[in-house]
């Protein structure tokens, strides 16, 4: 079974990185029950709290991460995470 690390990066009192969380968080519960769908570890950075991530991303957070590659941008489509998910390799 491989595994997927998903990075989302935002800061506090962001309403976009609030609605990308929520949108993570249901395609991961969606994946529970799928048969072939990676073990996802989800690990959460705030820009606030790290200089190089804050001057990388400040204009485009939220930021979806997949094994560390960029996935999205600003608003997290729930169906092309769910088929990037199935992809992991």
Not at 28 to 37: D, H, Q, R, V, Y
């Amino acid at each position: 079974m491989s595994t997927a690390h998903l990075t989302l990066i935002g800061k506090p009192g962001c309403h976009l990185c609030d609605d990308a969380r929520a949108v993570v968080t249901t395609v991961l519960a969606e994946l529970e029950s799928e048969a072939g769908a990676p073990t996802v570890l989800l690990e959460e950075k705030s820009i606030l709290d790290d200089a190089e991530l804050h001057e990388r991303f400040v204009e485009d957070i939220p930021v979806l991460l997949i094994n560390g590659r960029v996935h999205n941008y600003w608003r997290i489509d729930p169906v092309r995470l769910h088929t990037a998910l199935l992809e992991v390799r």
